[in-house]
């Protein structure tokens, strides 16, 4: 299995921006597809975005509405997550998370290596 660590998450004001940042061990990061969820107490982990092998990205379009970017550098073994104009609502754990399907998924049931999470604090 894959190691992933996040980093980047903090206390931001509404309409700020952060990137978060999962870094992966080992050697087969570009087999992976990569994935981003975010969890609240008391709630289910909820699907933010997917990316795959090559580059093909799936997004939860109606909690992010376009506000979030995914993206990958394989060369780094790292995968991003790009949060534009957030609002209060986003504020979660977000956990990076590694499936070895061929296809991006928005079941955390797909994805076998879980980062510890990172916390995201939207002030209003």
């Known amino acids: 299995q894959v190691q992933l660590v996040e980093s980047g998450g903090g206390l931001v004001q509404a309409g700020g921006s952060l990137r978060l940042s999962c870094a992966a061990s080992?050697?087969?990061?570009?087999?992976?597809?990569m994935g981003w969820f975010r969890q609240v107490p008391g709630k289910e982990r909820e699907f933010v975005a997917a990316?795959?092998?090559?580059?093909?990205?799936?997004y939860n379009v109606d909690s992010m509405k376009g506000r979030f970017t995914i993206s990958r550098d394989n060369a780094k073994n790292t995968v991003y997550l790009q949060m534009n104009s957030l609002k209060p609502e986003d504020t979660a754990v977000y956990y990076c998370?590694?499936?070895?399907?061929?296809?991006?998924?928005?079941?955390?049931?797909?994805?076998?290596?879980w980062g510890q999470g990172t916390q995201v604090t939207v002030s209003s």
């Open positions: 990316i795959s092998r090559s580059g093909g990205r799936l």
């Open positions: 998370a590694a499936s070895r399907l061929e296809y991006p998924s928005p079941q955390p049931t797909d994805f076998g290596s």
């Open positions: 080992g050697h087969t990061f570009y087999s992976y597809v």
